[in-house]
């Protein structure tokens, strides 16, 4: 069975930092491009970051490119966000989801990071 | 501002079927497959619909995609009490070199 558990969610100050990580089982990890996904209370889904199996090639939104940096450790079977420079926008259920053509095909629980004074 | 356009919402009466649309441009749901996704209240997100019209295992087959051109449609038949939910499209957008999801569609069974 495929599990995805995120854990390193919390509130923060703005300008703050904040790692997340995801700990992958039940399928080849190392084998699959995977992906953070967010979503605002109340709002809709916003595809954050993805990695490719290797760690080769990485793609973000716009409004994270210089602040976020998404990593893996296909040995650890774990996948990482650390975002620096938390703006009260990036308030949101983080989800990490495992890629497939077209989109995630799994996804974990989320993890809820509060971005306030 | 989201990239593909759902409307915001769907109804039905138990029985009935529904279709929900995703509209997008040569960058995204015309040159890439779309996943569809259902989302209940509290929930993660669970992929209903892959490459245009595959269902995974276990999804029912009331279930249905279908992809033409730059568009997309989820036509949900014999609508359920349960099938009220949050539907999300999303594809891959070579211009943006990103995933892009629709702003959601929320299914209100009557």
């Known amino acids: 069975e495929v599990q995805l558990v995120e854990s390193g969610g919390g509130l923060v100050q703005p300008g703050g930092s904040l790692r997340l990580s995801c700990a992958a089982s039940g399928f080849t990890f190392s084998s699959y491009w995977m992906s953070w996904v967010r979503q605002a209370p109340g709002k809709g889904l916003e595809w954050v970051a993805n990695i490719k199996q290797d760690a080769s090639e990485k793609y973000y939104v716009d409004s994270v490119k210089g602040r976020f940096t998404i990593s893996r450790d296909n040995a650890k079977n774990s996948l990482y966000l650390q975002m620096n420079s938390l703006r009260a926008e990036d308030t949101a259920v983080y989800y990490c989801?495992?890629?497939?053509?077209?989109?995630?095909?799994?996804w974990g629980q989320g993890s809820l990071v509060t971005v306030s004074p | 501002q989201s990239v593909l356009t759902q409307p915001p919402s769907a109804s039905g009466t138990p029985g009935q079927r529904v279709t929900i649309s995703c509209s997008g441009s040569?960058?995204?749901?015309?040159?890439?497959?779309v996943n569809w996704y259902q989302q209940l209240p509290g929930t993660a997100p669970k992929l209903l619909i892959y490459s245009n019209n595959q269902r995974p295992s276990g999804v029912p087959d009331r279930f249905s995609g279908s992809k033409s051109g730059t568009s997309a449609s989820l036509a949900i038949s014999g609508l359920q009490s349960e099938d009220e939910a949050d539907y999300y499209c999303?594809?891959?957008?070579?211009?943006?070199?990103?995933?892009?999801f629709g702003g959601g569609t929320k299914l209100t069974v009557l």
């Open positions: 989801a495992r890629d497939r053509e077209g989109g995630p095909d799994y």
């Open positions: 040569s960058s995204n749901i015309g040159s890439n497959t």
């Open positions: 999303a594809a891959w957008d070579d211009s943006l070199n990103g995933q892009v």
